[in-house]
Structures are given as structure tokens and as C-alpha cells.
């Protein structure tokens, strides 16, 4: 999953940073309002953190300016401001979550987790298909009960299908959702891990549409050829 934060005190940012990226997500960094705007107008995220006291452009005004934008990635809201009416404020602006500052790393990381997975349409913290099964808390992957050892490439790429249930997702995707910036786009890594996972988890677990990208979904409705 890609991350935006825009965060102004550096030690901070850079500290949720390092954190997001040992937690498996591909984060990106910013630290003013109007670096922030054009990052977040410009590249699809899973999930932006926002600070609202920001130098250049505040806060709200860049929530206010992303969702007259059409853009739709869930934002947390985190600040130092904790007044009810600054909740109140964060939240009509368009924010869906809000943490108020100092706040412990657990509790961010845990509501970023189920920004997430309601953005996609997942209540639980379980994303399920078929005897499949993946824990968003513990990172854990079970296939009909028993434990499956993923690798973390492999883990982020089936989290991401996983989030991303019965869509069609591309190699585009998928590389600039879950990998950093400067990965080898020209690479087959993505083709590799998706056999990796399927000869763990099943053939039948990631659909090749051809031209296209690929598909996770229940079995009974998976309907395209297997790379």
C-alpha cells in the first residue's frame, strides 16, 4: 500500500516514515502544503496522513482542494489542534479519521489499517477469499486453517489483490502501490512473486487476465487463463 504523508516537523516525519515502510507500506514524504497538494493531485494513494499546520498551504485548505480534485483516498487527519471544533472542522473538510498529537505509533498505524480496508469496501480486520485467509493485524496468511510462510514482497502483493477483490489490478499497480519510487518498472518481479504465491497458496488463487493484470477473487469466480 502507498502512503502519503505531510508532515512539517522533519524528526516526525521522517520518524512515521521509517515506521509505515518497517510496517510494509511504500510511503512518500512531504513537508508543506503546497508539495503536499501537488503529490497527492497527482499520484493515487491508498491512504494520506495530513497535518494541519502547514507551512506554504494549511491543512484544510489541501483536504478542501484534493476533494473538490475528485480525489477519494482516505485521509487521517493528525494534529497538535484537538478541540472538539477542530475535529469538527478536520472531519466536514473531508478528513476520515482524526489523532490528535503526541499520539502513540500503535494507534495510527492501526487506524490507517482500517482506513484502508473500509476504502475498499472490507469491515473486518480477515480479508478472505476462498480457504484463503490474511490478518491485517498480525500479517498473518492461512490457507484452509493452516499457516502459510509468505515472504514480504509477496505478502504486500497479495494484501493489495486481497484489498482489491474481484477488480482486475494491473502491473502498473500493483508496482506503484506496494514498491518504492526507484524500483525497475522493466523488471518481471511482479510475475515472479504471483507464481511464488500461487504455487503456496494455489494456481488457482491469482487469475492472469492477459493484457490486462490480475485478478483475485473467490474460486467459483475466477474465469481467465493462468499465466
Known amino acids: 500500500m502507498r502512503i502519503l504523508i505531510v508532515e512539517d516537523e522533519p524528526s516526525l516525519g521522517r520518524q512515521l516514515k521509517t515506521t509505515l515502510e518497517q510496517n510494509g507500506y511504500a510511503v512518500d514524504l512531504s513537508v508543506d502544503g503546497e508539495d503536499g497538494h501537488f503529490m497527492g493531485s497527482t499520484e493515487d494513494y491508498d491512504a494520506v496522513i495530513l497535518d494541519l499546520g502547514l507551512p506554504e498551504i494549511d491543512g484544510l485548505t489541501v483536504l478542501g482542494m484534493w476533494r473538490k480534485e475528485g480525489r477519494k483516498f482516505p485521509v487521517l487527519v493528525l494534529t497538535a489542534r484537538d478541540s472538539?471544533?477542530?475535529k469538527v472542522a478536520g472531519l466536514d473538510g473531508g478528513a476520515d479519521d482524526y489523532l490528535a498529537?503526541?499520539?502513540q505509533t500503535e494507534e495510527l498505524i492501526a487506524?490507517?489499517?482500517a482506513l484502508i480496508r473500509r476504502a475498499s469496501g472490507n469491515s473486518s480486520s480477515e480479508l478472505i477469499a476462498g480457504d484463503v485467509r490474511l490478518d491485517t493485524r498480525s500479517g498473518r496468511v492461512t490457507l484452509a486453517g493452516e499457516p502459510v510462510k509468505l515472504t514480504a514482497q509477496e505478502y504486500k502483493l497479495l494484501s493489495y489483490l486481497l484489498h482489491h477483490?474481484?477488480?482486475v489490478v494491473s502491473r502498473t499497480e500493483l508496482i506503484?502501490?506496494?514498491y518504492d519510487q526507484d524500483f525497475d518498472r522493466d523488471s518481471n518481479t511482479i510475475e515472479v512473486f504471483v507464481t511464488r504465491i500461487r504455487k503456496k497458496l494455489g494456481a488457482?488463487?491469482?487469475t492472469t487476465i492477459r493484457g490486462l493484470g490480475y485478478s483475485l477473487?473467490?474460486?467459483s469466480s475466477a474465469a481467465a487463463s493462468k499465466a
Open 111 to 113: 487506524r490507517l489499517r
Open 176 to 178: 506503484e502501490h506496494i
Open 217 to 219: 477473487d473467490e474460486p
Open 204 to 206: 488457482d488463487v491469482i
Open 101 to 103: 498529537k503526541p499520539f
Open 165 to 167: 477483490k474481484g477488480k
Open 84 to 86: 472538539w471544533s477542530d
